[in-house]
């Protein structure tokens, strides 16, 4: 089947002029006159040509793409991490290529290769509740291709991470609760192989250690932070001996999921059980009770970590310079815990 597609040799032809100034006008080149350049780009346009973007990213040794990697887009801090990621990109003249793990490390190493296979300019990840290691992410460093961390991250020497302060909202978090009277809180933590699980879980480990609570090991539940998870933990926490009077969690699905299952068993929130969530997902404000939770400044994320990236890409720095942004979260209070 024969390829209609319009070259540069078909402007050339008809205008009577030479392939290398065709060429030179569409890369915006100050050797061909504004006036060729304009009956050029007429021409281009009138007979539909369109620039092989590939080839010339070939020819360039660069594509002006960064390739994103989150856990699951749905999730709305994500959404809101990816606007700020793309209003940050198209500012500076790059495109975006998003990629969903969906909490898997096999699919998180197969993107990987895939971004580095299409000679991505650089990488920006959230990594998945199975990544223990990072191997597959040191094959784009050592292949040219900088990668930066946003939200969930290891400390990797000489890699650059844009971080929420966990540990404080984990803190505060807990803290509130104590403060509305509650003595014995529940925590639904996450995979402690991402740490800011394990911070969320120190903060809460030090805002009772501050008001002189006693640790109970039994009130901590770790899970997958799913909203089955957060009902099963809730059940759980219903068959411990002692009386919970409030529950910390990791994120807002597993609270929701703990909500509905209590509301479920005809215990009042919060009168009985008071709940703060973490992220301040859209359905938190609209589940009965709303749901107080720790806000998270995804969007600022997002562009904070593309400004980053960029300056790296752009003055061909493999190597990011190990720089940690932490951006500060902030307790939005709702029925849940009055």
Same mark, same amino acid.
């Given at each position: 089947?024969?390829?209609?597609?319009?070259?540069?040799?078909?402007?050339?032809?008809?205008?009577?002029?030479?392939?290398?100034?065709?060429?030179?006008?569409? @890369?915006?080149?100050?050797?061909?006159?504004?006036?060729?350049?304009?009956?050029?780009?007429?021409? #281009?346009?009138?007979?539909?040509?369109?620039?092989?973007? /590939?080839?010339? @990213?070939?020819?360039?040794?660069?594509?002006?793409?960064?390739?994103?990697?989150?856990?699951?887009?749905?999730?709305?801090?994500?959404? =809101?991490?990816?606007?700020?990621?793309?209003?940050?990109?198209?500012?500076?003249?790059?495109?975006?290529?998003?990629?969903?793990?969906?909490?898997?490390?096999?699919?998180?190493?197969?993107?990987?290769?895939?971004? $580095?296979?299409?000679?991505?300019?650089?990488?920006?990840?959230?990594? &998945?509740?199975?990544?223990?290691?990072?191997?597959?992410? $040191?094959?784009?460093?050592?292949?040219?291709?900088?990668?930066?961390?946003?939200?969930?991250?290891?400390?990797?020497?000489?890699?650059?991470?844009?971080?929420?302060?966990?540990?404080?909202?984990?803190?505060?978090?807990?803290?509130?609760?104590?403060?509305?009277?509650?003595?014995?809180?529940?925590?639904? &933590?996450?995979?402690?192989?991402?740490?800011?699980?394990?911070?969320?879980?120190?903060?809460?480990?030090?805002?009772?250690?501050?008001?002189?609570? *006693?640790? *109970?090991?039994?009130?901590?539940?770790?899970?997958?932070?799913?909203?089955?998870?957060?009902?099963?933990?809730?059940?759980?926490?219903?068959?411990?001996?002692?009386?919970?009077? #409030?529950?910390?969690?990791?994120?807002?699905?597993?609270?929701?999921?703990?909500?509905?299952?209590?509301?479920?068993?005809?215990?009042?929130?919060?009168?009985?059980?008071?709940?703060?969530?973490?992220? @301040?997902?859209?359905?938190?404000?609209?589940?009965?009770?709303?749901?107080?939770?720790?806000?998270?400044?995804?969007?600022?994320?997002?562009?904070?970590?593309?400004?980053?990236?960029?300056?790296?890409?752009?003055?061909?720095?493999?190597?990011?310079?190990?720089?940690?942004?932490? /951006?500060?979260?902030? $307790?939005?209070?709702?029925?849940? =815990?009055?």
């Amino acid at each position: 089947m024969k390829n209609n597609r319009a070259t540069i040799h078909d402007i050339a032809k008809a205008l009577n002029i030479d392939s290398s100034t065709v060429s030179r006008a569409l @890369n915006n080149s100050p050797r061909v006159s504004k006036k060729t350049k304009q009956r050029i780009l007429d021409k #281009a346009k009138e007979i539909g040509y369109q620039r092989n973007v /590939l080839a010339s @990213n070939l020819r360039m040794q660069k594509s002006n793409s960064i390739g994103v990697i989150v856990p699951r887009i749905s999730r709305h801090f994500f959404s =809101s991490v990816i606007a700020g990621i793309e209003e940050q990109a198209y500012e500076s003249g790059y495109n975006v290529i998003i990629c969903q793990s969906l909490e898997q490390l096999a699919r998180e190493q197969n993107i990987t290769e895939t971004l $580095l296979s299409n000679r991505v300019d650089g990488v920006l990840i959230s990594v &998945s509740m199975e990544t223990e290691n990072y191997e597959h992410l $040191l094959r784009l460093q050592k292949n040219g291709i900088p990668f930066l961390f946003f939200d969930r991250h290891y400390e990797i020497e000489g890699i650059s991470s844009v971080i929420i302060d966990d540990y404080k909202g984990g803190f505060d978090a807990t803290e509130h609760l104590i403060l509305k009277g509650c003595k014995t809180i529940a925590h639904l &933590s996450g995979p402690q192989v991402l740490k800011i699980y394990k911070n969320r879980l120190r903060g809460y480990l030090d805002a009772l250690k501050k008001h002189n609570i *006693k640790f *109970k090991p039994e009130l901590v539940i770790y899970s997958r932070l799913m909203e089955q998870d957060g009902a099963d933990s809730a059940k759980k926490i219903l068959s411990l001996d002692v009386e919970v009077d #409030a529950i910390f969690a990791a994120n807002d699905i597993s609270a929701i999921g703990a909500i509905k299952y209590l509301k479920k068993k005809s215990i009042n929130i919060p009168k009985d059980v008071k709940i703060v969530g973490f992220s @301040n997902e859209p359905i938190s404000q609209v589940i009965e009770p709303s749901l107080t939770t720790i806000n998270q400044p995804g969007f600022e994320m997002g562009k904070k970590a593309t400004e980053m990236l960029i300056e790296k890409t752009m003055n061909k720095t493999s190597v990011l310079d190990n720089e940690t942004v932490v /951006l500060r979260p902030t $307790l939005i209070e709702r029925a849940s =815990s009055e």
